[in-house]
């Protein structure tokens, strides 16, 4: 069955970084453009970033822009989120999804909490 499995998060000081990652298995990843998203409490689920079938193409949300870098390994069926220089108002539920055509799938969210 598909499945998206994110790992990667935990706590991390102010200015400290991770690195997520989104495993894909059940369907044909190198179709699927992929995106993380995340939400806070109380919060709406909003974009970070994204990242087309092929890798050519990135967009970020302001707010992470020249922080956060997306990438992807077809081979690997896996895209990674790299997040540098985080602050407190990252912390959140970070979700990975992929979208090909009508067809959409989520992962099950992976915590970041970024705190002294």
């Known amino acids: 069955q598909v499945q998206l499995v994110e790992s990667g998060g935990g706590l991390v000081q102010p200015g400290g970084s991770l690195r997520l990652s989104c495993k894909a298995s059940?369907?044909?990843?190198?179709?699927?453009?992929m995106s993380w998203y995340r939400q806070a409490p109380g919060k709406e689920r909003e974009l970070v970033a994204g990242?087309?079938?092929?890798?050519?193409?990135?967009n970020y949300a302001d707010s992470v822009k020249g922080r956060f870098t997306i990438s992807r390994d077809n081979a690997k069926n896996t895209v990674y989120l790299q997040m540098n220089s985080l602050k407190p108002e990252d912390t959140a539920v970070y979700y990975c999804?992929?979208?090909?055509?009508?067809?959409?799938?989520w992962g099950q969210g992976t915590q970041v909490t970024v705190s002294s």
């Open positions: 990242i087309t079938s092929a890798g050519g193409s990135t």
């Open positions: 999804k992929a979208d090909f055509a009508w067809l959409l799938y």
């Open positions: 059940g369907f044909t990843f190198s179709r699927y453009a």
